[in-house]
């Protein structure tokens, strides 16, 4: 017989090691309050931080397919499940209380039910998820923090105060949130990515700001005017995005990054006010200048030719930079440095600004005022510099031939005589 000596500093670790506690899953097999012991399966619930919840499921063995749980003190869970299966119902009664589900929070399935009541009480949520043509509505006092997925058909979700989510917003497969005018706020907006195609509703949005927006095989507007995709716009498959203006907006999707990618029969449709009014940036979309080749006019111009870029007022297009430094779609006004409005931006808009430089607090356009401040300045100047070559015919199926014109002996004689410091403007090639 051998015997075995175990170096101390195992044998210390061996009876030092502390017990591993793992979590449990509680299904509900009848209803009543929440901390009775007695409707849970297995017993000895009720689940506690760190458990998993199932309310009308199949999930675990023997609960309930249809229950009704009503909170009667504040609980936290880490993962819920209402109507977890097909032909379930499942309810959480909120009451007055407050529940903490630090992961998932699932509502619905295919084929089960899932919904909350509440009296004044509310939810702090992770995660997300409405599906299998469930409706449920956040009120001003929930919470979700990273992901927020609606999915199927008839499924909804609707926002009473904004939401700020520090992932991913998914709508997929016929599903439709309701915003009810508030701001959404998130790192990638997924519509119809994940789950299949489908006509997905963003119904009454309020500001949307995502990192980046992915659609495929799927059909969705947003209406807010003051939209902003910071860095990633792709429309996959069979997607449609339109920027649809509220009567008498005059802004649209405001895109800052050098990503736009419109892949195969997908579309951007850029549908403006019925009346467009004589604001010369009024526009569905404009894009952020790429500071390596200054503006995109050729790109922009190029989606139009091919039919990636729709407008629903093919009349007038107008595609310019603009000294913000952004390149602007526009309709239906003039350019903003053509001062004689003959559809075209040339030396004779120059004559004008020259004209009219120096007015303060009366100017108009046919003044040299390209950017309605009521002025007429160097700043105008740099408009007419920024747009020179641009004509109403600009977008056909050829290259844009726009360059902006480098000082002249004119343009220094025009210095000379108002003291414009010339120096202060850099040309851009457009």
């Not at 509900?28 to 689940?47: E, F, K, M, Q, R």
């Not at 499940?81 to 699932?106: I, K």
């Amino acid at each position: 017989m051998h015997r075995v000596i175990l170096p101390s500093g195992i044998l210390n670790l061996i009876f030092c090691i502390t017990p591993v506690i793992f979590a449990a899953e509680y299904g509900a097999n009848s209803s009543g309050d929440w901390s009775d012991s007695g409707i849970w399966t297995p017993l000895g619930g009720p689940p506690v931080s760190g458990d998993s919840a199932y309310i009308g499921s199949y999930t675990p063995g023997g609960s309930a397919t249809s229950a009704t749980v009503t909170l009667d003190a504040n609980q936290q869970v880490t993962n819920l499940y209402l109507g977890n299966g097909n032909s379930t119902s499942g309810t959480l009664d909120l009451s007055n209380y407050t529940l903490s589900v630090d992961n998932a929070l699932v509502i619905g399935s295919s084929g089960g039910i899932g919904s909350i009541l509440r009296g004044s009480g509310y939810l702090i949520a992770d995660n997300l998820t409405v599906q299998g043509g469930n409706s449920f509505a956040l009120n001003s006092s929930d919470s979700v923090n990273q992901r927020v997925n609606v999915n199927g058909s008839s499924s909804q979700l609707g926002l009473g105060a904004p939401l700020t989510l520090t992932q991913d917003l998914e709508l997929a497969n016929g599903a439709t949130l309701d915003a009810n005018g508030q701001a959404i706020s998130v790192r990638d907006l997924h519509v119809g990515y994940l789950y299949g195609p489908g006509p997905v509703s963003l119904l009454n949005d309020g500001a949307i700001t995502a990192v980046s927006f992915i659609a495929s095989g799927s059909t969705t507007t947003l209406t807010s005017g003051d939209d902003v995709i910071t860095d990633t716009l792709t429309l996959q498959s069979d997607a449609k995005l339109t920027i649809q203006q509220s009567p008498g907006g005059t802004e649209g999707l405001t895109f800052l990054g050098n990503s736009l990618n419109i892949l195969d029969t997908s579309v951007l449709e850029l549908a403006y006010d019925a009346v467009p009014g004589s604001n010369y940036l009024d526009h569905a979309f404009r894009w952020e200048n790429d500071q390596s080749s200054a503006n995109r006019v050729d790109v922009i111009t190029g989606l139009i030719n091919s039919g990636k870029m729709v407008i629903n007022l093919p009349t007038d297009i107008r595609v310019f930079g603009y000294s913000d430094g952004f390149t602007y779609v526009t309709v239906g006004a003039e350019y903003p440095a053509d001062f004689d409005e003959d559809t075209d931006v040339d030396g004779d808009d120059l004559v004008n600004w020259e004209s009219g430089f120096g007015m303060s607090g009366s100017a108009t356009h046919a003044d040299g005022d390209a950017d309605q401040d009521m002025d007429t300045d160097g700043f105008d100047f740099l408009v007419w510099q920024l747009q020179f070559g641009l004509q109403a015919s600009s977008i056909t199926a050829s290259a844009s031939p726009f360059s902006v014109p480098e000082p002249s002996t004119l343009l220094l004689l025009v210095a000379a005589v108002f003291g414009l410091q010339l120096r202060g403007f850099r040309a851009i090639e457009l």
